[in-house]
């Protein structure tokens, strides 16, 4: 799997450098995929606009299965897109992807250190729970705290993800990276 985390490097590489070759994002490429789609990769990953990963991973149309929910959260239907692309497309390789100032982190940062809670939907204060219990509290530092967190995040899904994959998909050969883009910089940082 080493190659596909290369590729995906290379093409963060080349949209930091300013030098994205845009492959894969023409109408032929439409036809080309119409009749089935082959992803290289999964992609688990913020809802957030300025994290869309084929342009920040420079590739295109057919290249990326994408699970996209506020926090990069998993819930059971992610995990069944997941379960879907491994078991029927075959793809080998899952990048559960944080990010840098992530909202969702932060609400559930603040929620979680705050006195008075606030009332939240009940959609909204599903996905608070789902983060919470991945925070890391730093009292004095706000920053700290949403920045570890994400990390935390990651890391724990990841686990959970390797776990539910190997009981679902037994003898998988799945790779499953965790990372972080930093919304200011471009940079996607893989853990580990
Ligand atoms: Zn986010």
């Not at 920040?56 to 299965?65: L, R």
């Not at 897109?81 to 793809?91: D, K, P, T």
């Amino acid at each position: 799997m080493e190659n596909i985390l290369e590729k995906l490097k290379k093409g963060n590489e080349r949209f930091i450098k300013g030098v994205s070759i845009n492959p894969n994002q023409s109408l032929d490429r439409c036809k080309e995929t119409s009749k089935g789609q082959n992803p290289f990769v999964i992609v688990v990953t913020c809802s957030d606009s300025r994290v869309p990963p084929e342009i920040i991973f420079d590739v295109g149309i057919g290249d990326i299965f994408v699970i996209r929910l506020a926090g990069n959260i998993l819930t059971q239907e992610g995990i069944a897109s997941i379960e879907y692309a491994a078991a029927h497309l075959g793809v080998e390789q899952v990048v559960i992807l944080g990010h840098t100032n992530c909202g969702a982190v932060k609400a559930a940062v603040e929620t979680n250190i705050s006195t008075e809670k606030a009332k939240l939907s009940e959609y909204l204060q599903a996905l608070i729970d789902k983060i919470d219990p991945n925070l890391v509290i730093d009292d004095k530092d706000i920053n700290k705290s949403i920045s570890k967190s994400t990390d935390n995040l990651v890391i724990n899904s990841t686990n959970d993800l390797k776990t539910i994959l190997n009981k679902l998909i037994p003898n998988n050969s799945i790779n499953i990276a965790g990372a972080k883009y930093n919304i200011e910089t471009g940079e996607v940082v893989f853990f580990n």
